[in-house]
């Protein structure tokens, strides 16, 4: 049994609302099923109605013996690493998009990812009539209870996880890969989207209302898995400003309540990591044991958290002012610190994480006073 989250979503204000908006179970038996049926070979990407999983990892499935023979030069770094948790990427990707609240979020946020509020609906069918948008969304498994991560964050000394150590998925970005295409789609993607394209009745018609492109869900560098996604006009006038910007009601981690903030891609992918947690009887089976790899990337995360307080410190002992110093740029997603660097971008803005930080300042002074 996994154990709520140091924040209390048993508040029966937030309880309410979570469970309002929750898919029904049933429904999301049946929404996985589908997502399943969308599920295409790692390797050459078709759609296919009978895949085989890779028998050392079981992360990803294959359509034959030569597309899986093709693929083990790049799949090797993730096969023979492993990924330890009891949750692998292929679970993921179905499991958040069988939920309608989960599903609708990331149709969201790739508007947002994407810009897709500042096309006119002409240009996106232009856009988007020959090829796919791309967004990739990097995820992770952290410990359910913000104190335990920060533990590990904060390389305590007694920050000995135990050899079961729970936890939940929780989304570190959403970006906007469209103009990677050439490099990360291969045809087979291709032939994905076209497929799920023919499927949602979008072809042939010039005065279509959506909108097909490609999901890129990512754990890690080498654990991909590629889901057709459909974004609708109607979504993307929702979203488009109109003298008022676009606001959503979520629940306040640093006040236990409800409160009413703008969407933005940051606050939507926020929304949905505050509803992964507040999901505490784990009815979208996104609750996992964490692994080796999962620890370790929390561990680099801190490490790379604290060299830039270190060199802001250094800033101010020198006097160098903001316009002579800049963030150490983004690391390629093929370097293993791309994943620690998103989470710590993660951890500096959720509400989640600054509340445990605030109250673990806090603590600090009254134990040094």
């Known amino acids: 049994m996994f154990k709520a989250s140091i924040v209390d979503f048993k508040n029966s204000e937030i309880s309410v609302h979570h469970k309002a908006l929750s898919t029904p179970s049933k429904e999301l038996r049946q929404n996985r099923a589908a997502t399943k049926e969308r599920e295409g070979c790692a390797k050459c990407y078709r759609l296919q109605e009978k895949l085989s999983r890779c028998a050392r990892c079981k992360t990803v499935s294959y359509c034959s013996k030569e597309c899986q023979k093709a693929d083990w030069p790049l799949h090797k770094v993730a096969c023979t690493r492993g990924d330890e948790s009891t949750l692998n990427i292929t679970k993921i990707a179905q499991r958040l998009l069988s939920s309608t609240v989960l599903s609708r979020m990331a149709e969201e946020s790739c508007v947002y990812a994407c810009d897709m509020t500042s096309a006119s609906p ?39 996880p135990p050899s079961k150590l729970y936890g939940l998925v929780q989304i570190n970005a959403v970006t906007d890969w469209t103009s990677k295409g050439g490099e990360i789609v291969t045809e087979g993607a291709l032939e994905m989207w076209r497929q799920a394209k023919a499927k949602a009745g979008l072809v042939g018609s010039p005065l279509h209302n959506s909108y097909q492109g490609l999901l890129c869900i990512s754990k890690g560098n080498a654990l991909n898995v590629f889901h057709p996604i459909v974004v609708s006009a109607e979504t993307i006038a929702a979203l488009r400003p109109r003298g008022k910007r676009s606001t959503f009601g979520v629940s306040s981690a640093m006040t236990d309540s409800r409160a009413t903030i703008p969407k933005t891609l940051e606050n939507v992918v926020e929304y949905m990591n505050t509803h992964i947690r507040q999901d505490t009887k784990d009815k979208l089976c996104l609750r996992s ?16 958290a604290r060299a830039l307080k270190e060199a802001a410190q250094e800033r101010e002992e020198e006097d160098v002012t903001q316009n002579e110093w800049s963030e150490p740029p983004i690391p390629p997603v093929q370097d293993g610190a791309y994943a620690a660097w998103i989470m710590r971008k993660k951890v500096g803005r959720e509400q989640v994480y600054l509340r445990e930080a605030t109250m673990q300042f806090f603590a600090s002074l009254r134990l040094g006073s």
Not at 122 to 137: D, G, K
Not at 292 to 304: F, L, N, P, S, W
């Open 122 to 160: 002409a240009s996106l069918i232009e856009r988007y009539e020959n090829e796919p948008f791309i967004v990739r969304v990097d995820v992770a498994i952290e410990p359910e209870d913000v104190k335990a991560f920060y533990k590990i964050y904060n390389n305590d000394d007694d920050a000995n």
């Open 289 to 304: 044991v964490l692994g080796e790899t999962d620890i370790q990337t929390i561990k680099d995360a801190g490490v790379a």
